[in-house]
T-cell receptor, first 113, second 115 residues
Framework: AQSVAQPEDQVNVAEGNPLTVKCTYSVSGNPYLFWYVQYPNRGLQFLLKYITGDNLVKGSYGFEAEFNKSQTSFHLKKPSALVSDSALYFC???????????FGSGTKLNVKP | NAGVTQTPKFQVLKTGQSMTLQCAQDMNHNSMYWYRQDPGMGLRLIYYSASEGTTDKGEVPNGYNVSRLNKREFSLRLESAAPSQTSVYFCASIPREERGGNEQFFGPGTRLTVL
């Protein structure tokens, strides 16, 4: 079965510190990988994606993510967290074989002043 | 462009009632999706439409029907609502017909409560 795992329900970090939100996947073929952010009472907003090429991809609001094929991971990172980064983050994987997106369960990021 | 719009934003139903959630996009996207979001479970795909005139079941289609009325609109119908269908519903679309590589654009969601 295809699946995406976000092992942490919640991540707490102090403002100014680096943050990491983890994502691993089990999807057949060469999947495409995405991160989305959801603010309260809003829809999901695209942050970044990995299709091919450099394993480190940069996205909106200073976020970046590192693709690791051997570990089937796509962790989201930011060098210096802001209070305004506090939100719910979703990892998603597109399977070309099944023509579907698979979403993780989400990680709530809390950045404290 | 308004992007992806959904109506209504909120709805309360009694068990057994029916309703249709509306979704429209003005970006000339080909593929459209309906998801439900439940706490701790992320987004689960209900139905999707790869192009106008086609629809396919997703992960959790039971209790739902869809209609791809035209390229712009993709509606989700609950024929006989059940408390288990209490959720937040999101519509999404993707720009091009070729598969993969494109991010989805999401609507603001419909918060549905079934009593």
């Amino acid at each position: 079965a295809q699946s995406v795992a976000q092992p942490e329900d919640q991540v707490n970090v102090a403002e100014g510190n680096p943050l990491t939100v983890k994502c691993t996947y089990s999807v057949s073929g060469n999947p495409y990988l995405f991160w989305y952010v959801q603010y309260p009472n809003r829809g999901l907003q695209f942050l970044l994606k990995y299709i091919t090429g450099d394993n480190l991809v940069k996205g909106s609001y200073g976020f970046e993510a590192e693709f690791n094929k051997s570990q089937t991971s796509f962790h989201l990172k930011k060098p210096s967290a802001l209070v305004s980064d506090s939100a719910l983050y979703f990892c998603a994987v597109y399977s070309y074989n099944f023509n579907k997106f698979y979403f993780g369960s989400g990680t709530k990021l809390n950045v404290k002043p | 462009n308004a992007g992806v719009t959904q109506t209504p934003k909120f709805q309360v139903l009694k068990t057994g009632q029916s309703m249709t959630l509306q979704c429209a996009q003005d970006m000339n996207h080909n593929s459209m999706y309906w998801y439900r979001q439940d706490p701790g479970m992320g987004l689960r795909l209900i139905y999707y439409s790869a192009s106008e005139g086609t629809t396919d079941k997703g992960e959790v289609p039971n209790g739902y029907n869809v209609s791809r009325l035209n390229k712009r609109e993709f509606s989700l119908r609950l024929e006989s609502a059940a408390p288990s269908q209490t959720s937040v519903y999101f519509c999404a679309s993707i720009p091009r017909e070729e598969r993969g590589g494109n991010e989805q654009f999401f609507g603001p969601g419909t918060r549905l409560t079934v009593l």
